[in-house]
């Protein structure tokens, strides 16, 4: 992909699940990388490169009959899981399968109604399904007690990768892209101090109690329990928030994916057991989410014009911090990859930062 580097050899959302359903597939788009998926009928779900290995063109075209992904062209014949060509009907007899002919397939599991994708970087050779069992876990909001709800929710951002992360850890945008009378004023802006710690792969704004000025959380206090929240951005791009209230929770992870150089999605993925038994909770929480999303969107999609004419920028401290961090994060990451070498974490222990907001 060209533009801002991306980072390879991780999980990333492709798209919701339940799209893939009764021998259809689906095809997204992830770090600039064109994928075909589907369901087998085992229930196993694949993502596949879109391409046929033959001449190229996107297996989305072909069939799939719920075990086999066959090539419209000249009706090559896939096991999706795996990639592995199992027949060339051309092939006249005594002409053998040639044993080694493979698509690009990439591990895809199911996780909170998405379909997780690991995207190996280009060119680092076919991931066997053996060798799948030593991935990292797929990340999801975590989870706090057996019975819980559950809401996603997402929007196409114009953006590079990178502005759509640290749209998403910028705290100084809220009372002004946010303002409304259920979330906060522009009269409540006030000075805040938060802690930051340094955690694998990331940052945490440590637990603290939540903005007084947010009725959301001031909602909250009708159970009558101390409320704490944590934050934590984690590479290549995800954000949990996790807020407790005695054995109340509401937690998300919100994740922003490389789609191509100059444009990215946001998804947001929220569980709680508050409020579980209020009727249409569901509904409530996904339409403030909905309203709360698209005000980033919009903002973003205004973004996009005046970064179309590549004009200056700055970051200012303390509020642009966790950009500078997700920046310095990122390079170490890569640089690690290049070298293969562990990773310097930039971060040498906890900070206070603080800003209005
Ligand atoms: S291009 Fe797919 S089988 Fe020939
Ligand atoms: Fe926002």
């Given at each position: 992909?060209?533009?801002?580097?991306?980072?390879?050899n991780d999980w990333y959302p492709a798209l919701r699940s339940d799209r893939l359903q009764g021998?259809?597939?689906?095809?997204?788009?992830?770090?600039?990388?064109?994928?075909?998926l589907g369901r087998k009928r085992n229930g196993r779900i694949f993502a596949m490169r879109d391409a046929c290995p033959?001449?190229?063109?996107?297996?989305?075209?072909?069939?799939?009959?719920?075990?086999?992904?066959?090539?419209?062209?000249?009706?090559?014949?896939?096991?999706?899981?795996?990639?592995?060509?199992?027949?060339?009907?051309?092939?006249?007899?005594?002409?053998?399968?040639?044993?080694?002919?493979?698509?690009?397939?990439?591990?895809?599991?199911?996780g909170d109604g998405y379909a997780w994708?690991?995207?190996?970087?280009?060119?680092?050779?076919?991931?066997?399904?053996?060798?799948?069992?030593?991935?990292?876990?797929?990340?999801?909001p975590p989870k706090f007690s057996a019975r819980f709800r559950t809401a996603h929710l997402s929007a196409d951002l114009p953006c590079d990768v990178d502005h759509g992360i640290i749209g998403l850890m910028?705290?100084?945008?809220?009372?002004?892209?946010?303002?409304?009378?259920?979330?906060?004023?522009?009269?409540?802006?006030?000075?805040?101090?938060?802690?930051?710690?340094?955690?694998?792969?990331?940052?945490?704004?440590?637990?603290?109690?939540?903005?007084?000025?947010?009725?959301?959380?001031?909602?909250l206090g009708v159970y009558g329990e101390p409320i704490r929240t944590t934050i934590d951005f984690v590479l290549p791009n995800r954000r949990y928030e996790t807020l407790r209230c005695g054995d109340r929770w509401f937690s998300s992870l919100t994740t922003v994916t490389p789609v191509t150089a100059g444009?990215?999605?946001?998804?947001?993925?929220?569980?709680?057991?508050v409020f579980y038994a209020l009727p249409f909770a569901t509904a409530i929480a996904r339409?403030?989410?909905?309203?709360?999303?698209?005000?980033?969107?919009?903002?973003?999609?205004?973004?996009?014009?005046?970064?179309?004419?590549?004009?200056?920028?700055?970051?200012?401290?303390?509020?642009?911090?966790?950009?500078?961090?997700?920046?310095a994060l990122k390079r170490a990451r890569l640089e690690a990859e290049e070298t293969g070498r562990p990773m310097a974490h930039p971060m040498e222990g906890p900070v206070t930062l603080s800003w209005r907001s």
């Open positions: 992909m060209t533009g801002t580097p991306v980072l390879y021998g259809r597939m689906a095809t997204a788009m992830l770090l600039g990388l064109p994928l075909v033959h001449r190229g063109i996107p297996l989305s075209c072909g069939r799939f009959d719920g075990d086999a992904v066959i090539c419209k062209y000249h009706g090559w014949c896939f096991e999706p899981e795996s990639g592995q060509c199992m027949e060339i009907p051309s092939l006249a007899s005594g002409q053998d399968h040639p044993r080694k002919i493979y698509s690009a397939a990439f591990p895809c599991v199911e994708v690991y995207v190996p970087k280009p060119g680092s050779g076919r991931m066997r399904l053996e060798g799948r069992e030593g991935l990292p876990p797929v990340p999801e910028d705290p100084a945008h809220g009372p002004f892209v946010h303002q409304a009378w259920w979330w906060r004023t522009r009269r409540s802006i006030h000075e805040k101090k938060k802690l930051f710690e340094p955690i694998a792969q990331g940052f945490r704004m440590s637990a603290h109690a939540p903005s007084a000025n947010s009725a959301p959380y001031r909602l444009q990215c999605r946001i998804d947001v993925c929220a569980a709680w057991n339409f403030f989410g909905k309203r709360f999303v698209r005000q980033d969107q919009v903002t973003m999609i205004q973004q996009a014009e005046g970064l179309k004419f590549n004009p200056p920028l700055m970051l200012i401290d303390d509020a642009d911090r966790p950009a500078k961090w997700y920046f």
